[in-house]
Structure formats: C-alpha cells, structure tokens
C-alpha cells in the first residue's frame, strides 16, 4: 500500500506543474491547510501569491477557493456575502446568502489582508480560530481548510491589527524567481491552465477529518494514526524551552536604549500549542510516528513580527536545534563536562601533592616515605595517592621498583589485576595523622624536621581514576555507536524533508556533522590523558617475591 508521504509527493508535484520556484511556499502552505492553521504571505505584486492559493484547492476533492482583493472601502457582503433581502422583508431574519462566498469556499486567498476594515476583522477572527460564521442568528461551520492572506507590507502598529497578524501561525517572505532556469522556463511556458488531480490523491473531507481525530483509521491511503497521536520526544521540548529562553533574552535588550534591536518578540502559549500542531502535522504526514529535530526547524516561519528579525529567528531555532543534538539526543554536553573535570583534576595532582600539610616531607618530587617498616630499603606512596586516602580504606599493592633499587613503592590495586598481582601483596590503606594504616596498623609518614603540629584534616572521597578512564570510555563507545545510526536517520529524514526549505536543510547538515567532529576530539583528549596518566603512573613488574610485612594481608 502507497505510504501517506508518496502520496503527499506525488500531490506537491501536481500542485507544483508550471509553477516555478515556489515549491517552498506550496509545501507550507499544504502544511498549514493540514494542521488547520492560516499562513501569511509577504512579498510583491506579480510573485504567485494567489496562484498558490488557487493551486492548493486542488489537494482535496472537490474543493472550491475563494479570492478578494481588500481595500479602505471593502464590505462584509462582499467577502461573506449579501444580506438576504427577501428574508429581511419578509420574515424580518438577517440573513447573508453565502454560497460563492468565503463561508462555503475550501481553500481562501485575502490579498492585501491589512486594509480590511473592523466588521471584516471581527468576522475573520472567529472564522480563524474556530472554523464558524455567524451568519444572523445562526452559527455555520465553514468548510475552509486553509487561509492563505497576503500583502506587500506588515501591518501597521497601532491599527488595531495585531490580533488578526497573531492569528497567521506561518509567515513566509515571497519574492520573484531567483534561478535562471527557472525563469527561463516560467516565461517561455504559454500553457497556465491548472493541472488536473488524480481523484485519489485528493483529500476528502471525511478523510481531512480522520486526521484531525485520535481514533485509528484503515483504508487507502489512511495512516493507522492521526496526527494528535505523533509523539512529542524530549528533545523537541527541549528545542522550544532553549528557544523561549533565547527570546526572553532577546526582549531583555530592548531595555537597552542602545539595542539594535526596536521590536519584541511576544510568542503566546496559544501560538506555542499552535506550533507543536504544526510540527504533529510535519511529522504525521512524512509517516513518522513522532516529531523529530528536523521538523523544529519550520519554527524559523513561525516566531517572527518584522522582516527584521528573520534571521535572529533562524539563528535562534538552529542553535536550539544545535543544542539538542548535542547535549540531548547524544549526552555530548555531559561528556564533555566529565572530561574536562578529569582532566582538571589531573592537571591538579601536583598541585594536591603538595597542599594541606607542609608537614610532609616530599620525597624524590612525587612520593610520601612510609617509616618504621619492617623492609630493606625505603617504602614510599604517591603522595596524590595518600591525599584521596580516606577513612574507608582502599587496596593497594607493593611493588619493587627497578628503576630505584632501594625502593618499594604501594600503588593502587584494581581487581582486574588478580591474575598480576598475589593476593599476598594487597594491602587496606586508610588515611592517618601524618601517618597511613596499614591493615589496619598505623606507620607514621616522613615529617619535615622541627615542622609544626597539624590539626586533623577533612578530606574528601575521590573516585578511583582508573574507574573514572572507564566509565568515560563506556560513555564514549556508547555515544559512538549511536551516533553514527542516529544521525545518518536523521540527516536522511531532514535531506528528504518536504516542508523545510533549502537554507535550513543546508544548515542542519552542518549540525549533525559536528557530533561525530566532537566525539573524535573526545575520544582524542581521553586517549592523550590516559596516557600521561599511564607514563605518571607506570605499572613495573616485581624483580623477586616480598614476604608480608605490615601483618595480615586483605
């Protein structure tokens, strides 16, 4: 069976016949007729702005448009129809006759929308939000599926249009063809009759409705789910709260006097619920079962007032989307901010060498000497290791060092070592008072002479480092397997895109190219620290067994 989205390419090709670059504006415009929403049309006489309106009837069957051209002097009986005479005389009903008229057409185009008068604003108010005409004393659901408005200017401040503006979820800029092929071809076509629709591509009302509903639906070309049961994934709630945050910050400048910015940008909880339908909408009629980041980038045609800000807009969705990706879809951030205190703490030992107790006498730069052993030769313990001792006690193994002849030195002991190194030479060490337990017996540490008395020190647990290499390193194999599949579906899904134009396709791109650019810099910082830490921290076999020598072994 034909999928929904071929269904939907195959209806945007006929809808596109002799109609060059404009299929951006066609694919929004069948969106928002889809998710029940109006769209706004900004941009110059002689672009195709009406053209469209007329081409989108074409997507359900039997569906019929209406146009009109505003002006200061445009009535109501001219765009909802003529009051009835005859039933005002006679039976004394105020009553328009509506048939031809906006309240029976499927698809309607309103161009020059701002020179409306107030009685036309009214009436459209109630037609946009809640699909009704009150034609007399009676309340007519109109049929109109998309309303397509239109001008060559924004409307002007303080005229009282502000709640019709709010009302057009999508605003596009349309302007003349920009490819020359396309241009060639536009004026070199002499057929401009409308393409003719294959009956079952067309939208039926019954279907149109189907989709607005809950309840699963079988049949050709049905999808068993409508669009109120796409998924919402965190990650697109995510994109919304980053980007409302952004716009918060955005209007805070405008108490800047010196801001280059004049205009704020109000986006009502009414027009987020709004979105989120748009994005149900983008997602359900490409098949998917839940909204993904690539259809978060319609956002750009839905949060601004003025020309002017566009690309602030753009900016602000891309770098949400940007965000997400990163920080929530691949946990990217939260690797990152690991990584960096690993290597913090790291680049710190030689500092914590040395701090807390000038007391302790450093031995050969790096060491702590244990004293009153029973062991031919000096005992010694990395002095970063003695400052994460705590009272819990951790293992500890010893160790000839060739490279110091008359050195023993108690390094970390992980259990992956068992097979290395004999239980017998694991020891318990907890932290003492310028001293160290060993199972639990008590070797005092070399002191600086005549150093001054101490009071007992607070120290926190640390996590083994070696533990931490592995939990980062799991971290990172996770990321990187799901990277790679992750992304390639998502980059096919948003190359594929119906509804998203060019440029954020473009950038979308760049983004999921940079997850994979960021786990090869981490896996690169991971590798570099492992290895200082290896070369610090070098593990060299024992030259001769050692009997036990600070009492029973753990």
Known sequence: METLKNRIVKLLDTLNERVYGKEEVMA??????????????????????????????LMFRRGTAFEYLMSRFSTPDEIFGPVSIARLKNEDTYERMTEGYLPTATVVFLDEIWKAGPAIQNALLTV???????????SVRVPMKGLIAASNELPTSGQGLEALYDRFLVRKLVGGIEDLSDFDRMISTADESEPKMDESLAVSDEEYRQWQEKKKTVGPHHSCRQMKSVGLHYSVLEVIHSIKDKLEDYNRQLENADSLFSVALYVSDRRWKKIVRLLRASAFLQGNTEVRLSDCLLMVHCLWNETSQIDWVRDAVLTAVGESVRGYVLNLSGIEADLQALKKELDSAGALRERADAGLQLVDAYYYQVERVRLAGRLLLFASDYQQLDDTGKQFYLHKDKYKTDCYVLKKYDPSMRNKVSPSKVYTLRRGRRS?????????????PDCASLPAMEVQAQEDIPARFSQLEQRLSHAEAHCGDWVKEEADYCANHLFVGKREKEAMSRILGEPSKALFRYRNELEEMKHAYRKENEEYPSERPEDSLFGATS
């Open 436 to 448: 160290v337990f060993i199972n639990d017996y008590e070797y005092p540490l070399l002191c600086t």
């Open 128 to 138: 946009i939000n809640e699909k009704i005409f009150r034609n007399g004393q009676f």
């Open 28 to 57: 929004l415009a069948l969106l928002s007729a889809v998710a029940g929403e109006s769209i706004f049309l900004l941009g110059p006489p002689g672009v195709a702005k009406s053209m469209v309106a007329r081409r989108l009837k």
